[in-house]
Each structure stands twice: as C-alpha cells, then as structure tokens.
C-alpha cells in the first residue's frame, strides 16, 4: 500500500543554523500529518501536527510546511541546538486523525556545537 | 516524560518462548496503541484499543495479541517467538480516537 517516505538521510548542521528536514507522501487521501522526534533509548516526541486544510502551522521554533500539491511535508527548526540532535519521523493519516497512523523511516539530525 | 508507562524496559528470551508486555497509558487516556520498531521496518502500528475495546488492527502477527483492561492499561502477549521479533516496542496513548498520540520508553527485546 501507499506510505510516508522519508529516505533515511543524515543532516548534520550546526549550533544556530536553521535545519529543514523533508518528507514525502504518497497516499493523496492522507489529510492529517504529525512530526515526531526521537531521542536515543527514547520513545518518540510529538512536534507539532498540521491539517490538510492549513500550508502552514508554527509552534515554538519549528515550523510545519505542507505542500499537498506534490505531496511534500517539511519540518524547519529555527536556532537548531545540540539537544534538537535526534531522529525526526513524519506521520501520516487519513480522516482527520481517525485512521491509524503510517510512519516514514526517518531522518537523523546531528547538531554541532 | 510523556506520562506512558512501560514494563520492562529490557526484555532477554529464547526463540519459542512467550512474553507480556505491559503499558500504562496517561491518565484520563481512554486509546492505547502498540507499535514495532525495528531496523529493517521501521515503526509499524501493530494494533489499537479504544475503552477496552479493539479500535484498529495493523500489521500484527497471528503470533501477537493484545488487550485493554478496565483500568485500561494494556497488555501485548508475543508468542512462539522468533529472531526476528528483536525490536524495540512501544505504547502510546491519546485521550481519544483522534488525539495526539503520546508515545512511552519502549521495551527493547531481544530474542536469542
């Protein structure tokens, strides 16, 4: 079936840049997406979520981009810090959060000091 | 810390055997989710439970079973257990059937 895709790249920047990790989705019925971060020996974190009705929703440092037209979800980070190393995965659901959620591979960001 | 418990944190078993792991969602969280994540596989929902009951259904294996209890926490039983079911597995809870899900620190096993 269809699923979230992420590549599995590394992006290593460093303390203060900006860090912009991308995601591409293949299911056009998907209406809800989630970004999570992972820390090691650590369950996954809630980011911040976005609706399929929004291109863009801001929290605290990070924004969420949705592009439903090629299908394409990025997570920016502003002022990245040492302690934003981690794995981000996106999520992705169908009926506003009803159906279960489908997870991409995973993104790992490395921060230097 | 996301206010999911999980017990044990490690689990060591042979192949063949059979294990139960145990998950305290937050409080006030009526849904418990279990997931899979392995290297090869990444994260895969396994199964839901709404107030007891089965909600939805992922890529669980016959092997596998899973139940929500009154106090609603929940359990995961892995039989008949395979090499390859080394993962780490984890809980997560959401108030409802559309919340956030918030995830608890795994059980990593490892089956030798």
């Known amino acids: 079936g269809e699923s979230v895709g992420l590549h599995l790249p590394t992006l290593s920047v460093q303390e203060g840049d900006n860090s912009i990790i991308n995601c591409a989705y293949s299911n056009s019925a998907s209406d809800y997406f989630i970004w999570y971060k992972q820390e090691s020996g650590k369950g996954p974190q809630f980011i911040i979520d976005i609706r399929s009705n929004m291109d863009k929703r801001q929290g605290q440092r990070v924004t969420v981009l949705l592009n439903k037209t090629v299908k394409h979800l990025s997570l920016q980070i502003a002022a990245t810090q040492p302690g934003d190393s981690a794995v981000y995965f996106c999520?992705?659901?169908?009926?506003?959060?009803?159906?279960?959620?489908?997870f991409g591979k995973g993104t790992m960001l490395l921060v230097s000091p | 810390d996301s206010g999911v418990t999980q017990t044990p944190k490690h689990l060591i078993t042979a192949t063949g055997q059979r294990v139960t792991l145990r998950c305290s969602p937050r409080?006030?969280?009526?849904?418990v989710y279990w997931y899979q994540q392995s290297l090869d596989q990444g994260l895969q929902f396994l199964i839901q439970?709404?107030?007891?009951?089965?909600?939805a259904k992922g890529n669980i294996l016959e092997r596998f079973s899973a139940q929500q209890f009154p106090d609603l926490h929940s359990e995961l039983n892995l039989s008949s257990l395979e090499l390859g079911d080394s993962a780490l597995y984890f809980c997560a809870s959401s108030q409802g059937i559309q919340e956030t899900q918030y995830f608890g620190p795994g059980t990593r096993l490892l089956v030798l």
């Open positions: 409080s006030g969280d009526l849904s």
């Open positions: 439970y709404y107030n007891g009951e089965e909600r």
């Open positions: 999520a992705e659901s169908m009926n506003s959060g009803y159906s279960t959620l489908t």
